[in-house]
């Protein structure tokens, strides 16, 4: 099923360079979040949407933006990548706020 | 923030050994999920607890809901090699809406 779609699925980038994630959904729910998941830390939480151009911050937001323009596509941008930030990526979505999460397959970001 | 500490880390076991794991936090959670993650995909809800003592199966796993609030605990019986992945517990607390996950528990299992 390819209810949300994470691109690209891998990425190798420079130190310094802008780097924009994909997560896109055909499942029209309003909430969708943007996580990092790196060994020992499990998945915390970047930012999320509870709605078109409605964003708010999570636990490691430093660093990072998104737009949501159209319900179905939230981007997550690194304006300055460093190697702090090589981690894979994972989007969710959600009909109900905190609940009921759909994970995408996931962005594998290297920094080097 | 709060914390969710998730144990053991890792574990290797041999194929039908049954399996435990298990999360703790200091402060009180309202609900508790586990959610189990294979490799290059992201993590699939595996079992949802929402009342404090209850019990859950899905299959051959089995998850509770602890007495305090404080704990929940995942048990895999007669494992098999597809029971391979990490296994993350996550928790709504009290502080509000937003959902924390532990750090994972990484099974291995030998055929």
């Known amino acids: 099923d390819a209810g949300i779609t994470q691109s690209p699925r891998h990425k190798v980038t420079e130190t310094g360079t802008p780097v924009t994630l994909r997560c896109h959904q055909t499942?029209?729910?309003?909430?969708m979040y943007w996580y990092r998941q790196d060994p020992g830390h499990g998945l915390r939480l970047i930012h999320y949407?509870?709605?078109?151009?409605?964003?708010d911050k999570g636990e490691v937001s430093d660093g990072y933006s998104v737009s949501r323009s159209k319900t179905e596509d939230f981007l997550l941008t690194l304006e300055s990548a460093t190697s702090s930030q090589t981690s894979v990526y994972f989007c969710?979505?959600?009909?109900?706020f905190g609940v009921g999460y759909t994970f995408g397959s996931g962005t594998r970001l290297t920094v080097v | 923030g709060q914390q969710l500490n998730q144990s053991p880390q890792s574990m290797f076991i041999q194929e039908g050994e049954d399996v435990s794991m298990n999360c703790t936090s200091s402060?009180?959670?309202?609900?508790w999920l586990w959610y189990k993650q294979e490799p290059g995909e992201g993590p699939v809800l595996l079992i949802a607890?929402?009342?404090?003592?209850e019990l859950t199966s899905n299959g051959r796993l089995t998850a509770q809901f602890g007495i305090t609030r404080k704990d929940s605990f995942l048990n895999i019986s007669a494992s098999i090699p597809s029971d391979v992945g990490i296994y993350f517990c996550?928790?709504?607390?009290?502080?509000?809406?937003?959902?924390?996950f532990g750090g994972g528990t990484r099974l291995m299992v030998k055929p």
């Open positions: 969710a979505i959600s009909e109900s």
């Open positions: 499942e029209n729910h309003r909430y």
């Open positions: 949407s509870y709605g078109v151009k409605d964003t």
């Open positions: 402060s009180i959670f309202n609900t």
């Open positions: 607890l929402y009342k404090a003592g």
């Open positions: 996550a928790g709504h607390g009290e502080a509000g809406n937003m959902l924390t």
